[in-house]
Every structure is written in structure tokens, then in C-alpha cells.
């Protein structure tokens, strides 16, 4: 019996320090985020000269372990791990005026998180979207180009997660990804929406579908669709 006891008061203390230090992560990440992002672009040139606090954050993700179990606290800490892993990125490149620069950086690079060895495309593709397919992680992880939605000011944290992924949705369809040609009767949107087309139109749903869910003045249903390019330019201040 006493033997029992203490395996379940290790337990509890192992859980508990994970889970500290799942808090401590959020908390610094969010520090980080407000530090440098500015109007959703990033202080390269400051972290650049002072990669502390990008490097402590890091170095704090490569032990959490997380599950998809605990849904929102997974995607939370994987869509934090990869936009700091995208500014790791490019810091390790800097300076350079785009993030395709470097031929590695989503496919080949790899980082240290949660005791995995892995690119910002598996973290994409593989945990995240293969996982939940759910579209509005396409307006969160921010890929490091102007042509993506503008980096959040602050980390994405598990209780107002869900919050978080409509809001900068929102931001984006509302914003520079869509822009309506009345004129012409059509919706120009970006290349991105062309690229995951089946993220969109799950369910029998259309792209105008998708859109008219989160915009503010809808669009025709009748207008054609068409694809502007993506801006690979760094998205930096």
C-alpha cells in the first residue's frame, strides 16, 4: 500500500512540474511575441543583435511533452513552437529579404520541440492540419512573408485558443487576403487559398463559403474566384 501511494504522489509531482513548465513557456512566449511584434511584423534586426530570450523559450520547448488528447493545449503550444521556430529561422539566416531564401528553411531544417527532431512543414502538415483539418490554422502559423497573415502580438494560449483562431481569421479575410472586384464580379484572394484549396472547401463548402463566414460584407456567391500571387518579402519592421 505504501508503495502504491508513493507512485501515485511521484506521479502527481512529475505532472505537476510538467505542467509548470507548460505555463512557464506560454508566459515567456507571450513575453517574447509583445517584445518584438509590432502591427504583426517582426523586429528581426533586435533579435537579431540581443537572440536571448528567443533562444531561453526554445530551449524551454525542446522538454514539454503534449498530447492531442488535451486538444487545446496541443495546438496552442505547436502553432507557438512554429512561429518561434520560424523567427529562429530566419535569424539564423539574417540578414535576407526572404525566407525562401534559404532552400532548407521549411522542408530540411530542423528544430528541437517536445523531444522530436522536425521541420516547420511536419509541424504544419503533420501535427497540426493532418490532425484537426481545420482551415484557420492557415491565419496563425505565420510563415515569416508579408503574404502571410500578420503575426499575432502576443502567444496563443489554451483557454482562449479558440477565440484567438476566429479573430485573426477574421483579421485576414476581412483584411489583405480578400479583395472584392465589384466591378468586375469577382473575389480576388490570396495564392494561399489556391495552395489548400481542400483545407476551404471541406464539407461541400466553397472558398465563397468559407469567406462569407467570416466576413464582415459578404460576397456574392455568383462572383468568380481569382488568386492573387503570395508577397515572399520579409515581414520585417
Known amino acids: 500500500m505504501k ?3 508513493l507512485f501515485v504522489v511521484l506521479i502527481f509531482i512529475s505532472y505537476d512540474a510538467e505542467a509548470q ?3 512557464a513557456f506560454f508566459k515567456q512566449s507571450d513575453a517574447f511575441f509583445k517584445a518584438n511584434v509590432v502591427n504583426g511584423k517582426v523586429g528581426y534586426n533586435e533579435i537579431k543583435n540581443d537572440p536571448k530570450a528567443l533562444e531561453e523559450v526554445l530551449k524551454m520547448a525542446e522538454d514539454i511533452s503534449v498530447t492531442k488528447s488535451d486538444t487545446s493545449v496541443y495546438q496552442a503550444f505547436w502553432i507557438n513552437a512554429y512561429n518561434l521556430s520560424v523567427i529562429k529561422g530566419i535569424i539564423d539566416n539574417y540578414p ?3 525566407p525562401l531564401d534559404d532552400q532548407d528553411f521549411f522542408d530540411k531544417t530542423k528544430y528541437n520541440i517536445a523531444g522530436k527532431k522536425i ?5 504544419e502538415h503533420q ?4 490532425q484537426f483539418k481545420d482551415p484557420r490554422f492557415h491565419f496563425v502559423l505565420v510563415c515569416g512573408a508579408i503574404g502571410c497573415p500578420p503575426l499575432l502580438e502576443a502567444a496563443y494560449m489554451p483557454k482562449t485558443l479558440n477565440t484567438q483562431l476566429d479573430v485573426q481569421t477574421r483579421l485576414a479575410i476581412n483584411g489583405s487576403f480578400v479583395r472584392v472586384n465589384k466591378k468586375k464580379n469577382r473575389v480576388e484572394v490570396s495564392q494561399l487559398m489556391e495552395w489548400y484549396k481542400e483545407d476551404f472547401t471541406l464539407n ?3 472558398e465563397i463559403d468559407f469567406i462569407n463566414n467570416y466576413r464582415s460584407e459578404k460576397v456574392n456567391e455568383k462572383y468568380k474566384l481569382y488568386y492573387f500571387p503570395y508577397n515572399w518579402n520579409l515581414n520585417k519592421q
Not at 119 to 123: A, D, R
Not at 127 to 130: E, G, K, V
Request: hydrophobic share 50%; aromatic share 4%.
Open 3 to 5: 508503495i502504491f501511494i
Open 21 to 23: 513548465h507548460l505555463d
Open 96 to 98: 535576407i529579404n526572404s
Open 119 to 123: 521541420t516547420l512543414n511536419e509541424i
Open 127 to 130: 501535427l497540426l492540419r493532418a
Open 204 to 206: 461541400n463548402n466553397t
